[in-house]
């Protein structure tokens, strides 16, 4: 970034130390709002890798429950009995604010209990735990899917500010710093002149008075 221009003068100065005032604020703020993401970032990864654990328990159990369902049963029997859905589903997308930052929230409605679409007669009993495993972690999933998507979004606005605060603190607040100091030393080098030439103006009228 470049060096701050300015003109050494008395206006100038009032002006920069408003800015500084200003930059030194906006730190103070921006590093609040950091520290507040990066703790509610770790919160949420820590939700991500439990819901994580818990649904892949579910899918391990359905793929365990599928693996002894087809010792038993061929193919074409597994995919008749899956052909229609065991209940109705919807997902309904909203988006929701993490410190102003947009974040999905996923919610899901279905029918209170899965009606196996199959008769229990031609089916293995391991098909139903596989169906009622997957059942359990649907929602599972869907709840991981918004926590990912809000850690993900909550790291990229953790890094934009982790930028801004390090310009503000490295970058505009020294600029602004030396430049108050330059033109603080400049004035008063202005007024020591100032002040030396009064002085012989004084001595050279004491003496044409004498």
Do not use: C, W
Request: no cysteine; hydrophobic share 40%; glycine share 2%.
């Amino acid at each position: 970034m470049a060096a701050i221009q300015y003109k050494p003068t008395r206006m100038e100065l009032s002006n920069l130390k408003k800015r500084l005032k200003t930059a030194v604020r906006g730190h103070k703020m921006m590093k609040d709002k950091r520290d507040e993401l990066v703790r509610r970032f770790i919160v949420l990864a820590r939700k991500n890798k439990e819901l994580r654990e818990q649904t892949e328990a579910k899918m391990a159990a359905a793929m365990q429950n599928f693996v002894l369902a087809k010792a038993t049963m061929s193919n074409n029997e597994i995919e008749e009995a899956l052909l229609y859905p065991a209940r109705g589903i919807q997902v309904d997308a909203e988006k929701q604010n993490i410190l102003s930052i947009p974040v999905p929230k996923l919610s899901m409605s279905t029918s209170e209990e899965i009606v196996y679409p199959y008769g229990f007669s031609s089916t293995s009993a391991d098909l139903d735990g596989a169906v009622q495993a997957i059942a359990e972690a649907l929602p599972l999933m869907l709840e991981l899917a918004e926590v990912e998507k809000s850690t993900a979004r909550l790291a990229d606005e953790i890094e934009k500010t982790r930028r801004r605060v390090n310009a503000l603190e490295y970058v505009m607040i020294p600029q602004y710093t030396e430049a108050i100091h330059s033109i603080q030393m400049k004035l008063d080098e202005n007024e020591r002149g100032n002040l030396s030439r009064l002085m012989k103006t004084k001595e050279m009228l004491q003496s044409q008075a004498q």
